[in-house]
T-cell receptor, first 113, second 114 residues
Framework: SQTIHQWPATLVQPVGSPLSLECTVEGTSNPNLYWYRQAAGRGLQLLFYSVGIGQISSEVPQNLSASRPQDRQFILSSKKLLLSDSGFYLC????????????FGNGTRLTVT | KQEVTQIPAALSVPEGENLVLNCSFTDSAIYNLQWFRQDPGKGLTSLLLIQSSQREQTSGRLNASLDKSSGRSTLYIAASQPGDSATYLCAVKSGETSGSRLTFGEGTQLTVNP
């Protein structure tokens, strides 16, 4: 069976510090991978998605970047965090066929102080 | 641009009641619609996926319907239980490529009172 791991679960970082959130998927190959951010009030915003190694599509210009160094690994980064980067970050994956369900990790609660 | 709306934003019901959550979308050219459940502080759990060619999907006490032409989906929960308390989100998938985005509604926060 397929599983998705996302860590850390919570993170408190000062403004201006770097960020690295990691997500890995097991039990499948060549998944599509996604980073979402969920602000207070429940809305989900797609930040990045990737259909293969080294292929990153950015949905929203911002202080963040993403990389996919391996087939089942997706990393969300920032060189210098802003207060507005605080939120709940969710990694998700689906099989690379357009009618597959999307599956989420447990999320990372990021607080920038 | 696809927009997804969920009504009501919050719902409180007594245990045992049957209930319906609504989801509407503006562009009927979708590939599928997915319902999720989110517990506080947790990720989203996939409940049901309805393909654009399907009218409904069932899983246990859950039944989701899709009327693509009218841009509507409903999630029916039978004999609700306190453990069903959570936020329920729907999302529609549009576009031709497998990397195409899902558009999410803002969710319905359900509370089932014992």
């Amino acid at each position: 069976s397929q599983t998705i791991h996302q860590w850390p679960a919570t993170l408190v970082q000062p403004v201006g510090s770097p960020l690295s959130l990691e997500c890995t998927v097991e039990g499948t190959s060549n998944p599509n991978l996604y980073w979402y951010r969920q602000a207070a009030g429940r809305g989900l915003q797609l930040l990045f998605y990737s259909v293969g190694i080294g292929q990153i599509s950015s949905e929203v210009p911002q202080n963040l970047s993403a990389s996919r160094p391996q087939d089942r690994q997706f990393i969300l980064s920032s060189k210098k965090l802003l207060l507005s980067d605080s939120g709940f970050y969710l990694c998700a994956w689906l099989r690379s066929s357009y009618n597959s369900p999307l599956h989420f990790g447990n999320g990372t609660r990021l607080t920038v102080t | 641009k696809q927009e997804v709306t969920q009504i009501p934003a919050a719902l409180s019901v007594p245990e045992g009641e049957n209930l319906v959550l609504n989801c509407s979308f503006t562009d009927s050219a979708i590939y599928n619609l997915q319902w999720f459940r989110q517990d506080p502080g947790k990720g989203l759990t996939s409940l049901l996926l309805i393909q654009s060619s399907q009218r409904e999907q069932t899983s246990g006490r859950l039944n989701a319907s899709l009327d693509k032409s009218s841009g509507r989906s409903t999630l029916y929960i039978a004999a609700s239980q306190p453990g069903d308390s959570a936020t329920y989100l729907c999302a529609v998938k549009s576009g031709e490529t497998s990397g195409s985005r899902l558009t999410f509604g803002e969710g319905t926060q359900l509370t089932v009172n014992p």
